[in-house]
Each structure stands twice: as C-alpha cells, then as structure tokens.
T-cell receptor, first 117, second 117 residues
Framework: AQKVTQAQTEISVVEKEDVTLDCVYE???????LFWYKQPPSGELVFLIR??????QNEISGRYSWNFQKSTSSFNFTITASQVVDSAVYFCALSAGRQAAGNKLTFGGGTRVLVKP | DTGVSQDPRHKITKRGQNVTFRCDPISEHNRLYWYRQTLGQGPEFLTYFQNEAQLEKSRLLSDRFSAERPKGSFSTLEIQRTEQGDSAMYLC???????????????FGPGTRLTVL
C-alpha cells in the first residue's frame, strides 16, 4: 500500500518570502513517481512537477524547486519569492508499481498556502 | 477548450435519489480516472479505465457506484440511492498511455460538487 503524508496543514507567508512544503511517502515498490499538484480556490487540480524514483537530481523550474531524498522518503517542494497568486492548496501525490498498475495517484492531505500582500 | 470537462459542475439531490456525472477527457488520452475529494482532504482514487475497459476499482466504490466508458471516450459515474456521506467533489482526470515506462501526469477536470440533502 502507498501512503503520502503532508504534516503541514496550513502555511501563511508574506509576499516574496520563500515557502517550503514537506512531503513524506511510503511505498514498497522500487519504481514510483512523485508529483506536486496545486488546487487554487477555483478547485481544479493543476499539475506542477513530476519526479521518478530513479532520478534524485533536484531541479529548479522558474520559482519552483524540489528536493527529493530517497533515504528519508521525502519530496519537498519550494516556492521562491512567493506571490499572492500562489495562494492555494498544494498536494503531494505518489504513483507506484508497474505500468499495469494504472498509475493511480495516492494523495496527501494537502497544505494550504496563504500568501499575504 | 481542449482540457478535461465535467458536467454538471454542481448537483444538489435528496437522499435516495440517483445521480449521474459525465466526464469528457482530453481527446487523445486513453486513460481516464475518477477520484472523490471531501472537504479538507486530498482526492481519493475510485476507478480507472484504459480505453473502454475498467481495469481497477477502489474498495471505496460501493455497489451503489457504477462507472462506464462505453466507447473509450467520455465516461459516466452513477451513484444510486445517494446518501449524505456521498457529498463530495467528484474529480475526473485523463492521461495518455505511458510511453517507455514514463508515468505521465494526469490532467484534472474542474470536478462535480455533489450535495446530498
């Protein structure tokens, strides 16, 4: 079974501050993928980033960066220089197993980010 | 608009009534997923289709729930004899079939919010 835990339920920052969201996952599969999705007040989930279990290289994409550490089963996500439009609920998700598993996503409980002007 | 669409966006019904939701995936995507999201929680997987075949169903999907994708294009999710506990946001997502083992991200629709009185 897979499990994703997002211990932070809500984070409040002032615009231009950096925000780091924690994600810890559990799976017995050696092949898996990790995702971050954003759910703004409108409700539609928006894909942000994906990382597979074979690539621990951390990357930066615009104002987003992530830190994937298999040793601690963590996949943390950082928004640099936050903006009011970043206010949303952010979900970490896991998809594990072979392709035949259907790639269903197991989501964490989400972290609400509030960026104040 | 070439994204995932869902209809209706909101549905209010009385306990015991049947409801049906529709999802139109992105046209070239052969995988279609249904998730349920209750207030303050992350989405939970319900079922998934590859083309017209329903390949996996969650234990969350009681016998009152049925999903179809008759021609491998749009899908319907029906809930019979609705209960107040069925009140939730029902999300549909689609993705292309994975290529070379790549676990492609899922693209989500805006959801159908169900309220059972």
């Amino acid at each position: 079974a897979q499990k994703v835990t997002q211990a932070q339920t809500e984070i409040s920052v002032v615009e231009k501050e950096d925000v780091t969201l924690d994600c810890v996952y559990e799976t017995r599969d050696t092949t898996y993928y990790l995702f971050w999705y954003k759910q703004p007040p409108s409700g539609e989930l928006v894909f942000l980033i994906r990382r597979n279990s074979f690539d621990e290289q951390n990357e930066i994409s615009g104002r987003y960066s992530w830190n994937f550490q298999k040793s601690t089963s963590s996949f943390n996500f950082t928004i640099t220089a936050s903006q009011v439009v970043d206010s949303a609920v952010y979900f970490c998700a896991l998809s594990a197993g072979r392709q035949a598993a259907g790639n269903k996503l197991t989501f964490g409980g989400g972290t609400r980010v509030l960026v104040k002007p | 608009d070439t994204g995932v669409s869902q209809d209706p966006r909101h549905k209010i019904t009385k306990r015991g009534q049947n409801v049906t939701f529709r999802c139109d995936p992105i046209s070239e995507h052969n995988r279609l997923y249904w998730y349920r999201q209750t207030l303050g929680q992350g989405p939970e997987f319900l079922t998934y289709f590859q083309n017209e075949a329903q390949l996996e169903k969650s234990r969350l999907l009681s016998d009152r729930f049925s999903a179809e994708r008759p021609k491998g294009s749009f899908s319907t999710l029906e809930i019979q004899r609705t209960e107040q506990g069925d009140s939730a946001m029902y999300l549909c997502a689609s993705s292309p079939q994975t290529l070379q083992g790549r676990n492609n991200e899922q693209f989500f629709g805006p959801g159908t919010r169900l309220t059972v009185l």
